[in-house]
């Protein structure tokens, strides 16, 4: 866990000013380091539940998310910004760090106890993590956990996500 934390670096005032980014790319160029993020981000509760589908919250949950699925057999669902997705969608709003943004799901990406994954880069303030979970329990789905790569602690992220099992690989 110690090379995969080193290999992210620090980048000031992006995307505005006041905000400390910490950027994957130099994981997501180092092959080893990328199959060591994607085994680690596999949730300890694979063993306890099977998962039918893993959400992957754009953009950067994508990345992880479809070769985590691919690994496993299992579908990968993307949640995208609005006006991204061709079909019906259902949307949800949330509060950034730095303003307010949305996310919509396709109406018929998840089925009624269906149990869901969610992955993505990185837990900041929790909004979209917890605005990704909204949309799986409107269509019906069960979230077995939201896993990501990077946890800014510090921010409280997990505090928008009680009752949900939340893993992270580094912490901030």
């Not at 992006?14 to 994607?38: C, M, Q, S, Y």
């Not at 089925?111 to 605005?131: F, Y």
């Amino acid at each position: 866990m110690d090379v995969l934390k080193k290999a992210i670096r620090d980048v000031p005032d992006f995307p505005h000013e006041g905000i400390l980014f910490k950027d994957i790319t130099p994981v997501l160029n180092d092959a080893a380091l990328l199959d060591r993020a994607l085994a680690m981000m596999w949730p300890s509760i694979d063993d306890e539940t099977a998962i039918d589908k893993i959400i992957g919250i754009e953009s950067r949950g994508f990345i992880f998310g479809t070769p985590m699925a691919d690994r496993r057999k299992i579908g990968f669902v993307p949640v995208r910004k609005p006006g991204k997705l061709p079909h019906e969608t259902y949307s949800e709003t949330y509060e950034l760090e730095y303003g307010q943004d949305a996310l919509e799901i396709h109406k018929d990406a998840i089925e009624k106890d269906e149990k869901i994954l969610i992955v993505d880069d990185l837990l900041a303030t929790g909004g979209s993590a917890e605005a990704v979970c909204k949309l799986v329990e409107t269509m019906g789905g069960e979230i077995v956990g939201v896993s990501v790569l990077v946890e800014l602690s510090f921010l409280n992220g997990r505090e928008k996500l009680p009752g949900y099992r939340v893993e992270s690989v580094i912490q901030f």
